[in-house]
């Protein structure tokens, strides 16, 4: 892409992505995230309207009177997107490209971060880790970033989750808030390192998803491309057997992750690349400003 048409496309990114994180994401992402990093301060008489999470039941039990705990915000925080840069990005059969979806998506996470005045920084993997920006402040580094995300190019085809989990907990000491922005089409056992970022950060998953991934549709005999082996196979998708087979792996794939997610308790979301993010993502960070 010639500098001038890239530019013209960072800056459209920008104004939508922008404008998205101000009047729609900005108020949720404070309450999501910015009362997860609380230390305590002091305990004082329970007022009406506290929550009664609060309670501080000892000190109720000693005065026989409620006494709640104060807590006070952690000003800043350290946002990590994680993001697969694997060759099944390039799929898409509807709207947009998987990839294009996750530029958006991160851009507007990025302005949501600097609008909280958070620190934002990015690994991108494949099967190894790609490239990794340390987290920073600024419009100048988001826009680095979108820069990155649409000019990158990755060395390897593959996808390995777990590798960019490892080198994730090691590089970030600080406890942060990370968004996996993947397919999660991953051949690998990641579950083990998504357990121990788990224990250390708070982690969120952002699965997307084009809908010829859930359900192949009947188009005759057709010669598909692995995107990340460049295997060929030819496939006869108008056997009923095969379209059922299809669907029967990846509600077992979808299935498989909601229970790991489940299991450590991680919150999540599945985006396709024919509908809008906004309601997802809004949908997550409501949950756990609720919490």
């Known amino acids: 892409m010639e500098a001038k048409d890239l530019l013209k496309k960072i800056r459209k990114i920008e104004i939508k992505t922008r404008g998205l994180s101000n009047h729609i994401f900005a108020g949720e992402y404070h309450s999501a995230f910015k009362g997860r990093g609380m230390t305590f301060s002091e305990v004082r ?24 705990k104060v807590f006070e915000e952690e000003r800043e925080l350290t946002v990590m997107l994680i993001i697969d840069l ?78 960019a989990l490892r080198f994730f907990t090691n590089a970030i000491k600080k406890r942060s808030t990370a968004f996996i922005i993947s397919d999660f089409i991953d051949n690998n056992d990641f579950e083990k390192s998504l357990r121990i970022a788990k224990n250390k950060h708070d982690i969120i998953a952002l ?66 690349t024919d509908k809008d993010y906004i309601k997802p993502i809004s949908s997550i960070f409501k949950k756990r400003a609720s919490a």
């Not at 309207?49 to 005065?63: E, L, M, P, Q």
């Not at 898409?92 to 934002?120: M, P, R, Y």
């Not at 060929?232 to 077992?252: H, I, P």
Request: charged share 30%.
């Open 86 to 163: 694997s060759n099944s990005k390039n799929f898409g059969t509807k709207v947009q490209l998987k990839k294009d979806l996750i530029t958006e998506i991160s851009a507007v996470l990025s302005f949501s971060a600097i609008t909280n005045n958070d620190k934002i920084g990015v690994i991108f993997f494949t099967d190894k880790v790609e490239k990794f920006i340390p987290p920073k402040k600024g419009k100048k580094h988001i826009l680095r970033i979108i820069h990155d995300l649409l000019e990158f190019t990755p060395e390897n085809k593959g996808t390995n989750i777990s590798e």
């Open 207 to 272: 699965k997307i998803t084009d809908p010829a991934e859930m359900e192949i549709p009947d188009m005759g005999l057709v010669k598909f491309l692995d995107a990340e082996t460049g295997k060929f196979q030819w496939v006869d998708t108008s056997s009923a057997s095969v379209r059922t087979e299809y669907k029967k792996q990846a509600l077992l794939h979808k299935e498989r992750l909601k229970k790991i997610f489940a299991k450590y308790s991680i919150d999540n979301a599945e985006i396709y």
């Open 45 to 68: 008489e329970y007022q009406y309207g506290d929550s009664i999470k609060n309670i501080d039941w000892n000190v109720t039990a000693r005065f026989n009177h409620p006494y709640v």
